[in-house]
């Protein structure tokens, strides 16, 4: 069975630029969560979808960040435009209970 | 509000010894509870979870935690480690519908020979 994808691994851009990140959830699995690390900080929740809805998105840290998941397969997380506090690494997990079970390796997002 | 707190940044242990991970956590319910590795380059792998029932959990790669509800604690431990468990380690508590998992700030495990 494969994991959690993520993609890509690691993304290098200019402050004001966009970036879309993207996580393949583990085929089945309705539940997709999106995490993130800031350097040196705690993993902090952003959002969760059930299928195709968000089902809890409050820890989306402002309206510059767009997470999709459309037909309740992949997910993409969008940041316009990127702001240099946008570093860090974005991970993806999904599972079929209620609980993040399975995570990706992350993408590592840096803003210059 | 909820909260999970790891007091060690990091740990050095020597190759064999045993290990102690401490987890305190803050929380008005009955709380789910996780202990996450993270390896250099990886991904968060779930070693184990507390949902309900035993309070000694048992893990992969050989670790097992306790719940201890009236030390609102949650330590993972491991009678004998190896040079390869070094990494970092995550405690996190969620509520019973599982919805929004809080993570603790991590702590990093060092092993020497």
């Known amino acids: 069975e494969a994991g959690v994808t993520q993609f890509p691994s690691h993304s290098v851009i200019e402050k004001g630029q966009t970036v879309t990140l993207r996580c393949d959830p583990i085929s089945g699995h309705d539940n997709l969560y999106w995490y993130r690390r800031v350097m040196g900080k705690e993993i902090k929740f952003l959002l969760h979808f059930v299928k195709e809805s968000k089902q809890d998105e409050s820890g989306m840290p402002n309206n510059r960040f767009l997470a999709e998941r459309t037909g309740g397969t992949y997910s993409t997380l969008k940041v316009q435009p990127a702001e240099l506090e946008d570093s860090g690494v974005y991970f993806c997990?999904?599972?079929?209970?209620?609980?993040?079970?399975?995570f990706g390796n992350g993408t590592r997002l840096t803003v210059t | 509000a909820q909260s999970v707190t790891q007091p060690d940044i990091h740990i050095t242990v020597s190759e064999g010894a045993s290990l102690e991970l401490r987890c305190n956590y803050s929380?008005?319910?009955?709380?789910?509870l996780f202990w996450y590795v993270q390896s250099p380059g990886q991904g968060l792998q779930l070693l184990l979870k507390y949902f309900s029932g035993d309070t000694l959990v048992q893990g992969i790669k050989g670790f097992e935690a306790e719940f201890k509800r009236s030390q609102s604690s949650f330590n993972l431990r491991k009678p004998s480690v190896h040079w390869s468990d070094a990494a970092e380690y995550f405690c996190?508590?969620?509520?019973?519908?599982?919805?929004?998992?809080?993570f603790g700030a991590g702590t990093r495990l060092f092993v020497k020979a």
């Open positions: 997990a999904s599972s079929q209970e209620g609980v993040p079970l399975h």
């Open positions: 996190a508590v969620s509520n019973t519908g599982g919805f929004k998992t809080i």
């Open positions: 929380y008005g319910a009955t709380p789910y």
